[in-house]
């Protein structure tokens, strides 16, 4: 009796760790637990999708990254979103904030500085801004904004001046995004600094990507961590992470899914989470942005219904996060 008790208690075993392989094979995220708590303010981008932003909001996020534009359309929708629902905004300036948008290559730093005055204006109650978008970019490198670090500082300056002037409790957040991985853009943030970008930045900003079409491997996240630290210990300043993701799906490429997605998003975050000067991180993106033909779809909220917001198996991590974080007080 004995020996076949022993017997059936090793098939259950057996069985049960089958069971766990597969499902792990099937749901990488399972490997990655959510933590109990989470030691920032969370938040997804949205460049103005505002059936997926709706729907966000009714599920009770309240903090979005987008590209602020004078439009009166955007100005409308995003005015009701914090009206209504509490939405917060962190507004990026940038090309989309400037006459023309982003087909304008010929302006100078007044242009900016009105531009960034009647963003302002328009937005009263938006209290973090974000100083352009990816400047190391050429696609982004338009007008003034030419690809000089003094002139990138010169921007950023006189945004902080006219955006303090306007609330001085608001946070200006430098850099657009640094990526983590290289040294060449890395000396470039750090000629921005050497002019004395200290003075007019509350944070600095990082755009955090991989290699890989799933979670990352141990180089990996020991590569992420020295570049974070490295411009931590550059600036001093707090880190928002205002973009980070991989697509559930590509037309160019093989192995991203709902599943890798998931999975990479709650590794992501658990390790941001070991770094207390980490104040916000933003998952790029709630819709899915296709990137052109490649189709890369980075969608968290709409990944089979654009129209509805149909959720991505991330978004039910993205929720149970957030509702973790600082984000929920």
């Known amino acids: 009796m004995y020996a076949r008790s022993k017997l059936v208690i090793s098939i259950v075993l057996t069985l049960i760790i089958a069971l766990a392989i597969i499902l792990i094979a099937l749901y990488p995220g399972m490997q990655y637990g959510i933590e109990g708590k989470y030691n920032f ?21 309240l903090y979005y990254r987008t590209d602020i534009s004078l439009s009166a359309p955007q100005e409308e929708a995003l005015s009701l979103q914090h009206s209504k629902y509490g939405a917060h905004y962190l507004g990026i300036l940038d090309y989309d904030t400037l006459p023309g948008g982003f087909s304008n290559n010929d302006w100078n730093l007044t242009a900016w500085n009105e531009s960034v005055s009647a ?21 982004f ?5 030419n690809g000089s670090a003094y002139n990138y500082y010169q921007m950023a300056r ?17 850099f657009g995004g640094a990526p983590i991985g290289s040294y060449s853009i890395y000396q470039w943030y750090s000629k921005v600094w050497s002019y ?15 290699s890989t079409v799933g979670p990352m491997n141990q180089s ?9 630290s490295k411009y931590e210990a550059l600036t001093g300043k707090p880190i928002w992470i205002t973009e980070f993701g991989i697509p559930s799906g590509s037309n160019a490429s093989v192995g991203y899914s709902q599943s890798n997605q998931e999975a990479f998003m709650v590794q992501a975050f658990n390790l941001f989470n070991k770094y207390p000067y980490i104040k916000r991180v933003y998952w790029y993106d709630l819709w899915g942005l296709s990137d052109g033909p490649v189709g890369n779809d980075f969608g968290i909220l709409n990944l089979s219904n654009p129209v509805s917001g149909k959720p991505s198996a991330a978004w039910y991590s993205f929720l149970s996060i957030y509702n973790r974080s600082m984000s929920k007080g």
């Open 141 to 145: 490198q338009k007008g003034y904004m």
């Open 158 to 174: 006189s945004a902080y001046l006219i955006i303090k002037a306007a609330e001085p409790n608001a946070t200006t957040v430098c």
């Open 196 to 210: 004395g970008a200290a003075k007019y930045c509350s944070a600095i900003s990082i755009h955090a990507y991989p």
């Open 41 to 61: 303010v969370v938040g997804v981008g949205t460049h103005s999708n505002q059936s997926s932003a709706i729907s966000a909001l009714k599920d009770g996020i």
């Open 119 to 139: 963003a302002v204006e328009a937005y009263p109650w938006i209290s973090s801004w974000e100083i352009w978008n990816e400047p190391w970019v050429p696609t």
């Open 220 to 228: 990996d996240v020991q590569m992420w961590s020295a570049w974070i």
